[in-house]
């Protein structure tokens, strides 16, 4: 399975992955994925999304410096009253349009 695979079984079903719907697990399990993918493809691994990801929310919401792209989720989840996975891939999915 691909990255974009997992997303996709992820985004129909979080729990099953991080066993509820909170960023910061889902944070977690990315991290430890992507690592592993790393590990073992070596340079081949997948794109790691992260990095980018962060800037482009920082920029997009204008938010200060932060520790993670999953604080920006978390805060604008807040500011939006609405769950933070649930953001996060409205987010992930306009992103991927304006850079993969």
């Known amino acids: ?46 794109y790691d999304f992260r ?7 920082q920029n997009k919401f204008n938010l200060e ?3 993670t792209w999953a604080d920006f989720i978390d805060i604008i989840s807040k500011n939006e009253n609405l769950n933070s996975v649930d953001v996060f891939f409205r987010e992930y999915h306009l992103f991927k349009k304006e850079h993969i």
């Open 51 to 57: 990095y980018d990801f962060y800037n482009w929310l």
């Open 65 to 67: 410096n932060n520790a």
């Open 1 to 46: 399975m691909n990255f974009d695979e997992l997303m996709s079984h992820i985004e129909r079903r979080p729990e099953v992955y991080v066993g509820e719907r909170n960023i910061f697990l889902l944070s977690a399990f990315l991290s430890g994925y992507l690592l592993n993918d790393s590990n073992r493809l070596g340079n081949r691994a997948e």
